[in-house]
Each structure stands twice: as structure tokens, then as C-alpha cells.
């Protein structure tokens, strides 16, 4: 439930509301702005007689949420978050930022070289898998703390932040030390023990990939656990849903941007990479994603992909990746955006 205080409201009165719901056993989300006091009741409300708030002298309106999901709804934060990596801002108006790397690291020197390349070609992030979820227990599974090492040399040679996933509660202190925005994968999005340690152990941002075949609000729900249990620094990331659709290794839903938009105050980038599987579509849906209004792209860079340990495919050579953000500069400046 959505209680808006009138402007000229005292402080006194409207103490004692917040310290009467408190004793109701609400938990209270107050959210001030320029224009604006909203006070949140997070519990079951259906006892609560709304018409009994709004007889309240300071009270505005009150609406009820049929929504589940709170911390992140835009009616109990009004303004986009922006979440800072590094001085590097993401969501609202910003840069839209554009994130680049292999889909595995591959070694050192090798992580180093695509580092400096995505960054002469305008990535403002390194992504790189150093521990990787594979459908086959037999496919190269990734570096582990080598790999993570071998991007903090990256970073330090380049300055680039560095993007990894997350796998295991277990790795959670090794990447608070190391990685800059920290990525929870497809596979992962309802590991709900997963989502609730990464809200309570580590301050980073925190990536969160739509699962396979989740809904809209499903992964909502999961970015929920992960502010619920104290880390709100959430980037939202659509990589494609699984369809029947065999000509792109996944479907990319591209109407998530303008309902994430709507719904949530979260930034949102998108994966084309992952969502069609395919090199030759990337530029289009990243293009495509710009002009929907998205925050960011993360896209797989490799400088010989049909060599990649994995997912090559899907890989930009590092020429085209500066050429597709050349291509995507101009759309954001037409949506009002820059890169």
C-alpha cells in the first residue's frame, strides 16, 4: 500500500503515522523527494481500511499495490536508480554504458589484449566468464580465481571495471575483493538462497540475467530478494527467453525495456549475444535495444572467435564491436541519450 503525505505536512504528524503502522507490524518504505513524500507499508494490508488513512489530515492519497514486489516498484521510488561502478553511472539519463569481453577468460595475456581493445573501440566495462555454467559437465567450465586474477590485471592495465558471474555462495568474499559489478546468471535467477546471500553479504552491484523461460514479474521478484535482504544496487538484464523458435539460440524480448521502465525504478541493459546466438544479429538488436531505451548492452568480444574456448558463435571481432558502437551512439543521441 502507497500512502502519498501532502506537501506541508509536519514532521510530528507524520512521525506518528509511521510509528502507528510500525506498531501494526509494517515494515515502512519512506521515499522523499523534490515534490514528493511517499510512505510504502510493506505486510499484509488486506485488514487495512484505506478510507480510514485517507481521513487523515496530512494524508493525500492512499493506493493499493496489487504488485508483490515492493523495493523495487516505481511507486515507492518515483525517480530512476542509478547505480555507480566505479564513477561509471548506470540508469535514469546517463551514458548508456556498453560492456564488452570474451564469454571466457582465456588466460592472461589474452584477457588483457580484448581489455584494451573493447576499450579503444568505447566499452567502459570488461566483461569475462572465469566461472561458467555449462549445459555439459564435459565443456571447459573456466579458469575459477585464475580467471578472476587475470581480469584484475586487466583492470589494472586498463582501468576498465570488470563484470563476472557468480556461481556459488562459496565465491561471494573472493569477488567483493575482486569484481566490480557482480553477475547472477539465467541459471541462477530463482536460486533464492543464492539471490538472498548476495543481498546480505556483499554491497556490489549486482547483474541479474532473466532466467530461460521466467516471466516479467518472476524476475522482478528475484531482484526483490535480492533488495529485500539489503543490497538495492540491482541492474536488471534481459538475454533472451526460451521459445520454439530455432533460428536464434534464444528470443529476445525487447518489450521488457519500456515495462521495466513502467514497473521498476531499476536500470536495465541487454545481452544480444546471448538472446539470438548468432554474430550477424547482434548489431541489429543492440541498435534495436538503444532505440527501446536501454541502459546498456553486454556483448561477447573475441579476436578469434572461431578459436574461443567457448560460446565463439556469438562473438564479436573486436572491429565490429567499435563499429556497431559508433552505429549505436548516434541512435541514443536521437533517443536523447549519449555512449
Given at each position: 500500500?502507497?500512502?502519498?503525505?501532502?506537501?506541508?505536512?509536519?514532521?510530528?504528524?507524520?512521525?506518528?503515522?509511521?510509528?502507528?503502522?510500525?506498531?501494526?507490524?509494517?515494515?515502512?518504505?519512506?521515499?522523499?523527494?523534490?515534490?514528493?513524500?511517499?510512505?510504502?507499508?510493506?505486510?499484509?494490508?488486506?485488514?487495512?481500511?484505506?478510507?480510514?488513512?485517507?481521513?487523515?489530515?496530512?494524508?493525500?492519497?492512499?493506493?493499493?499495490?496489487?504488485?508483490?514486489?515492493?523495493?523495487?516498484?516505481?511507486?515507492?521510488?518515483?525517480?530512476?536508480?542509478?547505480?555507480?561502478?566505479?564513477?561509471?553511472?548506470?540508469?535514469?539519463?546517463?551514458?548508456?554504458?556498453?560492456?564488452?569481453?570474451?564469454?571466457?577468460?582465456?588466460?592472461?595475456?589474452?584477457?588483457?589484449?580484448?581489455?584494451?581493445?573493447?576499450?579503444?573501440?568505447?566499452?567502459?566495462?570488461?566483461?569475462?566468464?572465469?566461472?561458467?555454467?555449462?549445459?555439459?559437465?564435459?565443456?571447459?567450465?573456466?579458469?575459477?580465481?585464475?580467471?578472476?586474477?587475470?581480469?584484475?590485471?586487466?583492470?589494472?592495465?586498463?582501468?576498465?571495471?570488470?563484470?563476472?558471474?557468480?556461481?556459488d555462495s562459496d565465491q561471494i568474499d573472493e569477488f567483493e575483493k575482486y569484481v566490480d559489478v557482480i553477475q547472477i546468471g539465467a541459471r541462477n535467477m530463482q536460486n533464492f538462497t543464492l539471490l538472498k546471500a548476495v543481498g546480505k553479504r556483499t554491497t556490489?552491484?549486482?547483474?541479474?540475467?532473466?532466467?530461460?523461460?521466467?516471466?516479467?514479474?518472476?524476475?522482478?521478484?528475484?531482484?526483490?530478494?535480492?533488495?529485500?535482504?539489503?543490497?538495492?544496487?540491482?541492474?536488471?538484464?534481459?538475454?533472451?527467453?526460451?521459445?520454439?523458435?530455432?533460428?536464434?539460440?534464444?528470443?529476445?524480448?525487447?518489450?521488457?525495456?519500456?515495462?521495466?521502465?513502467?514497473?521498476?525504478?531499476?536500470?536495465?541493459?541487454?545481452?544480444p549475444s546471448h538472446a539470438t546466438g548468432n554474430w550477424k544479429y547482434i548489431e541489429s538488436m543492440s541498435l534495436a535495444a538503444v532505440a527501446a531505451g536501454a541502459d546498456g548492452l553486454i556483448i561477447e568480444v573475441h579476436d578469434r572467435p572461431e578459436c574461443?574456448?567457448?560460446?565463439?558463435?556469438?562473438?564479436?571481432?573486436?572491429?565490429?564491436?567499435?563499429?556497431?558502437?559508433?552505429?549505436?551512439?548516434?541512435?541514443?543521441?536521437?533517443?536523447?541519450?549519449?555512449?
Open positions: 500500500m502507497i500512502i502519498t503525505l501532502k506537501n506541508d505536512a509536519p514532521q510530528r504528524l507524520i512521525q506518528q503515522l509511521v510509528d502507528e503502522f510500525k506498531s501494526q507490524g509494517f515494515e515502512i518504505h519512506d521515499s522523499v523527494g523534490k515534490n514528493y513524500h511517499i510512505i510504502g507499508l510493506i505486510g499484509d494490508t488486506t485488514n487495512v481500511d484505506e478510507r480510514q488513512i485517507k481521513a487523515n489530515l496530512i494524508v493525500e492519497n492512499v493506493t493499493r499495490i496489487a504488485s508483490p514486489y515492493k523495493k523495487s516498484n516505481r511507486f515507492f521510488h518515483p525517480e530512476d536508480s542509478i547505480i555507480d561502478v566505479n564513477g561509471i553511472k548506470i540508469g535514469g539519463k546517463e551514458k548508456i554504458v556498453v560492456i564488452g569481453g570474451p564469454c571466457s577468460v582465456e588466460g592472461l595475456d589474452h584477457i588483457c589484449s580484448i581489455a584494451q581493445q573493447v576499450k579503444d573501440a568505447g566499452a567502459v566495462m570488461l566483461r569475462g566468464g572465469a566461472y561458467k555454467p555449462r549445459t555439459s559437465p564435459y565443456a571447459f567450465q573456466g579458469l575459477e580465481t585464475e580467471g578472476i586474477l587475470d581480469m584484475v590485471e586487466a583492470r589494472n592495465r586498463t582501468g576498465l571495471p570488470i563484470v563476472s558471474e557468480l556461481m556490489k552491484p549486482i547483474l541479474l540475467k532473466r532466467g530461460l523461460a521466467n516471466t516479467i514479474e518472476e524476475w522482478i521478484m528475484s531482484a526483490e530478494y535480492i533488495m529485500a535482504n539489503g543490497n538495492e544496487k540491482v541492474i536488471l538484464c534481459e538475454r533472451g527467453i526460451r521459445t520454439f523458435e530455432k533460428y536464434t539460440r534464444n528470443t529476445l524480448d525487447l518489450s521488457v525495456i519500456p515495462i521495466i521502465k513502467e514497473k521498476t525504478h531499476l536500470p536495465i541493459i541487454i545481452d574461443a574456448w567457448s560460446d565463439g558463435a556469438q562473438c564479436l571481432k573486436p572491429a565490429k564491436f567499435a563499429e556497431l558502437i559508433k552505429k549505436a551512439r548516434a541512435i541514443a543521441q536521437v533517443v536523447g541519450r549519449d555512449i
